[in-house]
């Protein structure tokens, strides 16, 4: 078994291991993107202001910004369309994205999509 300061640090210390290294078990600790972005530790990688548009022009702007973004990544989509609460959220799910949250907000809808 190979010897590390950090482990023997740990181990005198009775302190659990850092952040990003393996645990007791031996599964490597990760927390999910989408628990981060709720718990408030991360925000979307791009926002999408899609105000003043209307559906499905909206969506088509949304859908060309995550065909270009890496899976994994968060999109805000900011609309004010009364339609798009239902339908924006139904068409993202349709290509096969997830909806995590869709939010009133003063006088637009901010819907979190991730690819």
Sequence with gaps: MQWSPSESRDACLGTAP??????ARG???AIDPRKRYIAGL?????????????CPVNWAKAKTVLEE??????????VDDPRSERDL??????????????EAV??????????
Excluded: C, F, Q
């Design 18 to 23: 850092r952040s990003g290294t393996r645990g």
């Design 27 to 29: 599964n490597a600790r």
């Design 42 to 54: 991360m925000k979307a990688a791009i926002v999408v202001d899609a105000r003043g548009l209307r």
């Design 69 to 78: 973004v890496a899976h994994g990544t968060l999109v805000e989509v900011l």
């Design 89 to 102: 959220p139904a068409a993202a799910e349709a290509e096969g994205h997830a909806v995590l949250e869709v």
């Design 106 to 115: 003063a006088t637009h809808l901010r819907i979190l999509i991730e690819k």
